[in-house]
C-alpha cells in the first residue's frame, strides 16, 4: 500500500471501530435498562431497534451525500454526533430520552457505512487487503464495546459509563478532521462523473432503477437477511446467556460479575479473525458461492445453539465461537460483491442501499427477537434465524449459478 491507501486505511479503521463500539454496547445496557426503568424485552427490543433502524435507514441519505460530496466530512460529522448522543443519553432520566438518544445515535452512524466503504472502494488499490483490515477494526469495535462496558459498569453507575465511552469518539472526529487524502486515488482514469455523485432526485430515482433492474436486487436480498440475523441474533444474546446456570453472576471482592457479558465479548472478538478471511477470500474466490457456503453454515449454527447450550460449557462455547467467526466472515464478502456489480461514480448509492439493508431492515431483527423472547422461547427464535440464514445462503446460490460472475 502507498502512503494515501495508508492513510485511509488508518481512517476508516479508527472510525469503524468507533461505529461498533457504540452499536454493541447497548446490548450491555439492554440488561441494566431493564431493571433501571422496569421495562420488558418487548418494549425495550422497539425502542433499541428504533435508534438501529435509523442506523440503516440514513445510510442512503448517505451514500448520496458521499457520491456528492465526499467522504471525509461524512465521517468527522459521524464521529462528532456519536459522541453528542452518548452525551445526551448519560443524563437520560426516563426511556423516552434514552429513545431520543438512540434515535440521534442512529442518524450520526448511519453515514458511516457508505461513506467508509465508498471511500476505500474508490481511494485504495488494494481493495481486499483494505476490507479486511477495515473489517478487523469494526470487530474490535465491537468486541471492545460489550467488553469495555461491562468492565466500566463493575466501577461506575450506567449514565458515567455511557459519558465515558463518549470521549473516543470527539477524539477520533478531531483526528479524522486533520486527515489529507485523495478519495479516488483507485478510480482514476475510469468513466465516472466530473462533479460525482446524484445531482437530482431524477437521477437518484434513475441510478436506482438502474441498480434494482440488474443482479444487485440479489445482493440486497442477501444482506437484508444479514442484517435480520445479525441484529437478531446479537441484541438479547447477552441476556439469554446470562440465564443459563453455568453463567449465574458471581460474587467477587464485593462486586457482582456477569460471566455472560464475557463469553458475548470473546463471541465477537472471534469475529475478527472472520473478518480478515472474509476480506482476504474476495481476492482468491467467488464471492456469491463463498456467501452461499457461509450463510449455510450460519443456518446449521442456529439449529444446534440451544441443544448445545443445553449440552454443556464445552458444546456451548464451541458453537459461540463458531458464530462470531461465521457471523463475521459474511460482512467482507457481500461488500466486495457490491463493489463488483456497480459502477465507480454510483458507488456511494449502493453502500447506502447496501446498509439500508442490512441495518435499516436488519433493525427488525432486534424487534423480532425481543417480541419472540417475551411470547416463545429461545428455541423458537433461533429457528427463525436459521430461516433467514437459508434464504441468504440461496440467493448466494443463485448468483454464483446466474450472476454475472458465473457466466
Not at 441443544?307 to 467482507?332: I, M, T, W
Request: net charge negative; proline share 4%; charged share 10%.
Amino acid at each position: 500500500m502507498n502512503s494515501n491507501d495508508r492513510t485511509i486505511v488508518g481512517l476508516v479503521m479508527l472510525a469503524h471501530a468507533m461505529v461498533h463500539t457504540y452499536e454493541l454496547s447497548f446490548p450491555i445496557f439492554l440488561t441494566v435498562w431493564l431493571t433501571e426503568f422496569n421495562a420488558t424485552t418487548g418494549t425495550l427490543g422497539i425502542v433499541v431497534g428504533v435508534g438501529y433502524a435509523l442506523f440503516g435507514l440514513g445510510a442512503l441519505p448517505g451514500g448520496v451525500l458521499s457520491d456528492s460530496y465526499g467522504s471525509r466530512s461524512l465521517i468527522v460529522l459521524c464521529l462528532f454526533g456519536m459522541a453528542g448522543s452518548f452525551l445526551l443519553l448519560s443524563v437520560a432520566p426516563t426511556l423516552p430520552v434514552v429513545a431520543l438518544a438512540l434515535f440521534l445515535w442512529g442518524i450520526s452512524a448511519s453515514v458511516y457505512h457508505p461513506a467508509g466503504l465508498a471511500l476505500l472502494s474508490k481511494g485504495v488499490s488494494e481493495r481486499g487487503s483494505a476490507f479486511a483490515y477495515h473489517g478487523m477494526a469494526g470487530n474490535f469495535g465491537i468486541a471492545f464495546g460489550p467488553l469495555a462496558t461491562t468492565l466500566l459498569l463493575l466501577v461506575f453507575d450506567w449514565r458515567t459509563v455511557v459519558g465515558i465511552l463518549a470521549v473516543p469518539a470527539l477524539i477520533a472526529a478531531f483526528l479524522a478532521f486533520r486527515t489529507n487524502i485523495d478519495e479516488s486515488a483507485a478510480v482514476e482514469g475510469q468513466e465516472t462523473r466530473a462533479d460525482g455523485g446524484v445531482s437530482s432526485l431524477t437521477e437518484f430515482f434513475g441510478t436506482s432503477r438502474t441498480l434494482f433492474a440488474g443482479w444487485f436486487v440479489a445482493v440486497f436480498g442477501v444482506v437484508m437477511m444479514s442484517g435480520l440475523y445479525y441484529r437478531g441474533v446479537l441484541t438479547f444474546l447477552p441476556d439469554l446467556l446470562g440465564e443459563l446456570p453455568m453463567f449465574a453472576p458471581v460474587d467477587f471482592a464485593g462486586e457482582s460479575l456477569e460471566p455472560a457479558r464475557y463469553l458475548y465479548a470473546g463471541l465477537l472478538t472471534v469475529g475478527m479473525a472472520g473478518q480478515y478471511v472474509g476480506g482476504k477470500l474476495t481476492d482468491r474466490v467467488e464471492n456469491a458461492r463463498a456467501i452461499a457456503v457461509s450463510f449455510g453454515l450460519l443456518a446449521v449454527i442456529a439449529i444446534v445453539f440451544v441443544p448445545a447450550s443445553n449440552a454443556g460449557l464445552a458444546p456451548l462455547l464451541a458453537v459461540s465461537f463458531v458464530l462470531g467467526f461465521c457471523l463475521f466472515v459474511v460482512q467482507p464478502l457481500y461488500q466486495a460483491t457490491v463493489a463488483e456489480y456497480t459502477p465507480p461514480e454510483a458507488r456511494g448509492i449502493s453502500y447506502g442501499y447496501t446498509y439500508l439493508g442490512v441495518f435499516g431492515v436488519g433493525a427488525l431483527g432486534a424487534t423480532i427477537a425481543g417480541v419472540v423472547l417475551q411470547y416463545f422461547s429461545p428455541t423458537v427464535l433461533f429457528t427463525v434465524l436459521a430461516g433467514f440464514a437459508v434464504v441468504a445462503s440461496l440467493l448466494g446460490a443463485v448468483l454464483a449459478v446466474r450472476g454475472p460472475s458465473a457466466s
